[in-house]
T-cell receptor, first 109, second 114 residues
Framework: ELKVEQNPLFLSMQEGKNYTIYCNYS?????LYWYRQDPGKSLESLFV?????AVKQEGRLMASLDTKARLSTLHITAAVHDLSATYFC?????????FGKGTRLHILP | DGGITQSPKYLFRKEGQNVTLSCEQN?????MYWYRQDPGQGLRLIYY???????QKGDIAEGYSVSREKKESFPLTVTSAQKNPTAFYLC?????????????FGPGTRLTVT
């Protein structure tokens, strides 16, 4: 059974700081996704990582994938308040996508 | 514009009533999905459909039913058998022909049952 674990589940950080969210998973998967969700809103796709060593960057967010370690990271550089949201990682299993519980990120001005 | 629409945005029902949530997509995607999200929680899969006239149960299908008569539409019925139906419901679709199977989400329906 595929399990997806994110940590931390809650993160409060100061603007301008760097931090990393971790996503561990239990069985092999060939696709890993990162999504963002603002309070009361739907999910917005951030990154799709398809292969070992894949790295993608968009603004202050960078996602990477290590399939051997079954680990993906979402790194936040010089955080700004606008990045406050809940971030989910997810992986596909057969024809479904399994989500982690999410990391609620609160960036203090 | 291409996308996924869900209606209504907010829905209020009395306990014991069935209610149907709408999900429509014009992305020409084959696969569609229904998720439930409870406050502070992740997403749990209710039902999914990979092709018209076919669908499969997800992890929490009890008390729910779906149909897939058209490629564009995947309505979800929350029946009176669902013990705790109050939640945020999200519909998604994906293009299984592409390499990423990335899911695109609708805006969601917030259901409150009293």
């Amino acid at each position: 059974e595929l399990k997806v674990e994110q940590n931390p589940l809650f993160l409060s950080m100061q603007e301008g700081k760097n931090y990393t969210i971790y996503c561990n998973y239990s069985t092999t998967s060939d696709r890993l996704y990162w999504y963002r969700q603002d309070p009361g809103k739907s999910l917005e796709s951030l990154f799709v990582l398809l292969s070992n060593g894949a790295v993608k960057q968009e603004g202050r967010l960078m996602a990477s994938l290590d399939t051997k370690a079954r680990l993906s990271t979402l790194h936040i550089t010089a955080a700004v308040h606008d990045l406050s949201a809940t971030y989910f990682c997810a992986l596909n299993r057969d024809d479904k996508i399994i989500f982690g519980k999410g990391t609620r990120l609160h960036i203090l001005p | 514009d291409g996308g996924i629409t869900q209606s209504p945005k907010y829905l209020f029902r009395k306990e014991g009533q069935n209610v149907t949530l709408s999900c429509e997509q014009n992305l020409n995607h084959d696969a569609m999905y229904w998720y439930r999200q409870d406050p502070g929680q992740g997403l749990r899969l209710i039902y999914y459909s990979q092709i018209v006239n076919d669908f499969q149960k997800g992890d929490i299908a009890e008390g729910y039913s779906v149909s897939r008569e058209k490629k564009e539409s995947f309505p979800l019925t929350v029946t009176s058998a669902q013990k705790n139906p109050t939640a945020f419901y999200l519909c998604a679709s994906s293009n299984r022909a592409g390499p990423s199977y990335e899911q695109y989400f609708g805006p969601g329906t917030r259901l409150t049952v009293t």
